[in-house]
């Protein structure tokens, strides 16, 4: 019998996308049928592939000049966000009534929870963030705490309208959103599954033609990936391109900056790194990479993890899960965490630095990628969502 699976994503930054669209990959057999529903660069991901994708009403968070989590703009915003909110409720029953799939299958959208739940279908949700978290710099006191638990065990029930809640993480204390977890009573609704960040395969053969292509040599290669929401990115895309000018004295640097329309093909620039508006072959470069520079998205750490990759993490300013993803990173000492704050040249330079000639963090990545070889978490998420079918 012939499956329709519907998939709604959260679609700020390409994260949440990618690993639906692995794990869509491995679901799909012959004849399946397959819809997704999101918004912003996910959107763009989706129908860059040619897949069945309809635009969903937005509700991002706002991001201010500098590049970081405008918190006063989206505490304002907050009746438009809820409206707006509503509103996708509202999309997701009638798509869901149109397509009448026989599982959705949720990264990160609560509505989707609630549309899914009101039309009586079976709903998988993947996700690792279960509450609000606050910026360390508002975290101190009593009242924020408590607030921080009170809002967690509110969105914990709401996320437990899910017939499954799939973590896609490694178990504690391995657990890289363990801030996200920890004091919220969903914690026990929880199935740890392993990273479901798609697995990066590439040939010899691959390897020597990117290496080749760029004239590596043996230098030491420092990638650094640029991701996220638009606007977060042109402050770390100019630090990156002050930086290469030094780092590429000793090292070989490649820059990608993320931008899903952008040309594939590199530009020399600063004694000779290379610039890509987007990487055709960033799995190449990831392997081949000795230290790689990126924003502490989940997604991101757990590809770095699962090819035991030591990072320099630089969180989103203000951005609270990214924060204490790039917290428990340089606790668990496979890489460290450069604040959106002290963002600068000579800072991004001293931390890639500091990564290469430290040798404990690539000897920590590399025991970590062990643990996580011990789960696949794309095969485990298929085989739970496939018993609902």
């Known amino acids: 019998m012939l499956d329709k699976i519907y998939f709604p994503i959260f679609g700020s930054g390409l994260g949440h996308v990618t690993r639906i669209y692995a794990l869509a990959e491995y679901l799909r057999e012959e004849g399946d049928e397959f819809r997704y529903s999101t918004f912003d660069e996910a959107f763009e991901f989706l129908k860059e592939r040619g897949e069945k994708v309809q635009l969903c009403p937005s509700v991002d968070l706002k991001w201010n000049e500098s590049g970081g989590f405008s918190s006063g703009s989206s505490i304002v915003r907050f009746p438009l966000l809820m409206h707006a909110f509503s509103k996708q409720i509202e999309f997701e029953k009638n798509n869901i009534s149109n397509f009448d799939p026989d599982i959705v299958v949720c990264d990160s959208r609560l509505s989707a929870v609630f549309a899914a739940r009101l039309k009586s279908t079976p709903v998988v949700t993947i996700l690792n963030q279960f509450k609000i978290l606050f910026p360390p710099r508002f975290r101190g006191g009593l009242g924020s705490r408590l607030l921080e638990r009170i809002s967690g065990n509110m969105l914990g029930l709401f996320w ?97 900056m993320g931008q899903p329309n952008g040309s594939i093909e590199p530009r020399k620039f600063a004694n000779n790194s290379w610039l890509y508006e987007w990487c055709p072959i960033k799995d190449e470069l990831f392997v081949l990479s000795d230290v790689i520079v990126a924003r502490a998205g989940h997604t991101t750490i757990s590809q770095c993890v699962d090819l035991g990759k030591p990072a320099v993490y630089v969180p989103i300013s203000n951005h609270s899960e990214q924060i204490w993803n790039a917290e428990k990173c340089q606790k668990l000492g496979i890489g460290l965490e450069l604040k959106s704050e002290d963002l600068s040249a000579i800072n991004l330079v001293g931390a890639v630095e500091g990564c290469l000639n430290d040798s404990r963090y690539a000897e920590n990545a590399q025991k970590l990628k062990l643990v996580s070889d011990r789960y696949n978490g794309t095969q485990t998420a298929a085989r739970i969502i496939r018993s609902y079918l």
């Open 160 to 256: 437990s309208l899910s017939d499954e809640i799939l973590m896609p993480d490694l178990p504690p204390p391995y657990t890289i959103s363990e801030a996200n977890v920890t004091g919220s009573d969903v914690a026990n609704r929880l199935r740890y599954v392993g990273f479901m960040s798609p697995k990066t395969i590439v040939s010899e053969d691959r390897i020597w033609k990117a290496r080749a292509s760029l004239e590596l040599g043996n230098r030491p290669l420092v990638l650094i990936q640029i991701s996220g929401p638009r606007a977060t990115k042109t402050r770390l895309t100019e630090v990156a391109m002050e930086s290469a000018d030094r780092l590429s004295k000793d090292c070989n640097v490649v820059i990608s």
